[in-house]
């Protein structure tokens, strides 16, 4: 049951999470020690690399902490360090992890076991003197030949403001104007994750193009005000219709060439907004769906099952759990109610399978996150939420593109259900593609896993940049 859930935690952000660093005690071997600790943790098809990072300060003392480049987390601080001559135990309070290790005999490798929330997973860890970082080719470096102008970006009908950056072609003439939406989790302006900073590369190729762009940090994210784990879909919608309300006001930009991108969960953003608002001549669904969230999460989990090594019968044990608690959360708009029938069930799956000599089971800690995140405000939206309704009152143009490796997003199942959404509701101006061999990043891939997003070094595919770029300037022509 344990595999069951995992992604569920994974795709929710619960894992890891940024802070400051920690002072250990003093220990003969600091010098041995300083230095990156690279590993590999495993879990289902996903592969997250760790990183701990040791340093020496002044008084000999080692200063320990931990980075998750792969989910963005670059300083997660420890809460106490115990070294002895062969081994090494890390505590993590900030999110329940414990690291054990044992060091071989010259110090260049430690051999252990990370536990976090129930699971107990293996973990080992090389030494290398340099620091760790991942090469990123595509990411833009200054200096830019376009304007750069960090803004401020004010949501009236919430009372937050979002901070942003806008960049523009350059002066004397009105460009057409997008706004990019974040998919989901909190995410700051440039999207960043796994060492990847997407909507930075984006901008820069659009605004290079000739066209404005406009990136915000998520709400309570960097700079911008508001609480994220309270927000929905639908809050996150007039986040970005205020960003487009901000483009409006810019003597820069052409009023009349408006558009929204978004990526993911801001694939279904888009067409919110441009159902409602007539304003907006053009949306590009990166990766969006065009059927119910719960639909998404049923065919993103057989598609993470498929490079699991889990038997038939364990599979459809946890598409069976799955999907009962979907049906919990749906028939339970109490939160209380939802946690206690969840509770139950998985109690009662537990108890089965100690029955059937397994221990394939979930932890009461596992069991109570697992809970906060199905009940959560966002979940229980992105459920339900049918981007059909929103698709069929869109008439503005429309590019929608998926990658045919997407695990996340099955383009199969999506692309012909936004196309028929659009037919359905009379909206001839449309431009429908499958783009191969690329990841829900829009990456070049292998397989498509989300293992594979840290580790590949481009960032967009230059054919997917040049696809998005000259349909925009095609359509505002």
Not at 23 to 30: F, G, L, M, V
Not at 33 to 48: D, E, R
Not at 73 to 95: E, F, H, Q, W
Not at 351 to 367: C, H, M, P, Q, Y
Request: with cysteine; charged share 25%; net charge neutral.
């Amino acid at each position: 049951m344990k595999k069951s859930l995992c992604f569920l935690l994974l795709a929710a952000g619960m894992i890891m999470a940024a802070g400051n660093s920690a002072c250990a005690q003093a220990k003969p071997s600091t010098s041995k020690l300083s230095g990156s600790w690279v590993g590999s943790l495993k879990i289902q098809a996903i592969s997250l690399t760790l990183v701990m990072n040791v340093k020496t300060n002044e008084r000999d003392s080692l200063i320990v902490n931990f980075e998750s480049p792969d989910q963005g987390a670059k300083i997660i601080p420890t809460s106490s360090v115990r070294i002895t001559s062969d081994s090494m135990i890390v505590g993590i309070k900030l999110v329940s992890g414990l690291y054990l290790g044992k060091f071989n005999s010259d110090y260049s490798k430690l051999e252990g076991r990370w536990k976090q929330s129930g699971l107990d997973l293996p973990l080992d860890l090389e030494h290398k003197q340099e620091a760790f970082k991942r090469a990123r080719p595509q990411e833009p470096q200054p200096p830019f030949p376009y304007l750069t102008e960090d803004v401020s970006v004010r949501n009236e009908k919430t009372g937050i403001t979002l901070a942003g950056t806008l960049t523009l072609p350059g002066n004397g003439k009105k460009f057409p104007a997008v706004v990019l939406i974040t998919g989901s989790g909190p995410q700051n302006r440039d999207e960043e994750l796994m060492g990847h900073k997407p909507f930075l590369l984006l901008a820069d190729y659009l605004t290079r193009k000739g066209i404005a762009v406009l990136r915000c940090d998520d709400r309570g994210v960097g700079k911008s005000e508001g609480k994220f784990s309270t927000a929905t879909t639908f809050d996150f919608a007039t986040d970005a219709e205020a960003a487009l309300n901000f483009l409006k006001t810019r003597p820069e930009v052409d009023t009349s060439k408006l558009g929204l991108i978004g990526h993911s969960e801001g694939g279904i953003i888009a067409p919110v907004i441009a159902s409602r608002n007539k304003e907006v001549d053009f949306i590009v669904l990166m990766a969006g769906t065009g059927v119910t969230g719960e639909q998404v999460l049923i065919t993103q989990t057989l598609a993470i099952q498929k490079a699991d090594s889990s038997n038939e019968d364990e599979k459809l044990r946890a598409q069976a759990i799955n999907r009962k608690i979907y049906e919990i959360v749906k028939k339970n708009p109490d939160d209380g109610a939802a946690a206690d029938a969840i509770r139950k069930f998985i109690q009662k799956e537990n108890k089965a399978e100690v029955k059937r000599g397994g221990n394939d089971t979930l932890s009461s800690a596992s069991i109570e996150q697992s809970i906060k995140t199905v009940t959560s405000p966002w979940f229980r939206t992105f459920l339900t939420l049918d981007p059909q309704e929103y698709l069929r009152k869109v008439h503005c143009y429309v590019l929608a593109i998926n990658g045919d490796l997407d695990e996340q997003v099955d383009s199969k199942i999506n692309l012909p259900a936004i196309e028929q959404a659009l037919i359905f509701g009379g909206n001839s101006k449309y431009t429908i593609e499958e783009v191969h061999g690329v990841n829900h990043l829009f990456q070049t891939a292998k397989t498509g896993s989300p293992s594979e997003y840290g580790t590949i070094e481009e960032t967009i595919q230059p054919k997917v940049l040049e696809l998005i770029g000259s349909w925009i300037l095609q359509t505002v022509k």
